[in-house]
Nanobody, 125 residues
Framework: QVQLVESGGALVQAGGSLRLSCPAS????????MGWFRQAPGKEREFVCT????????YYADSVKGRFTVSRDNTENTVSLQMNSLEPEDTAVYYC??????????????????WGQGTQVTVSS
């Protein structure tokens, strides 16, 4: 089992940047595919990005491609999300998640077994 705790959410103006961090504890961090999801008020949770166990491949939702960058440090047991050029539409609670499925990557929230408590990101116009 792995425990996840996100941090770094804040209120920021449009065009600004934030860096979210998600340190993990528990089983070997490097055995998990990591993902970031977000949920805006009144909307379903949506996929933001995911990174493979070694960090060798990363995938992004079209809405954040080119603006967000996911990274991981398996020696520090941490996954991070650098968010640049933030837009009001990015306002949401952001969650990091972990899965140990046998495939190399996972895009659906249902595939992730472990979740953090979420961190609020608010982008003002």
């Amino acid at each position: 089992q792995v425990q996840l705790v996100e941090s770094g959410g804040a209120l920021v103006q449009a065009g600004g940047s934030l860096r979210l961090s998600c340190p993990a504890s528990g089983r070997t961090f490097g055995s998990y595919i990591m993902g970031w999801f977000r949920q805006a008020p009144g909307k379903e949770r949506e996929f933001v990005c995911t990174i493979t166990r070694t960090g060798g491949a990363r995938y992004y939702a079209d809405s954040v491609k080119g603006r967000f960058t996911v990274s991981r440090d398996n020696t520090e047991n941490t996954v991070s999300l650098q968010m640049n050029s933030l837009e009001p539409e990015d306002t949401a609670v952001y969650y990091c998640a972990a899965t140990s499925i046998t495939r190399n990557i996972a895009f659906a929230a249902e595939e992730y077994a472990y979740w953090g408590q979420g961190t609020q990101v608010t982008v003002s116009s």
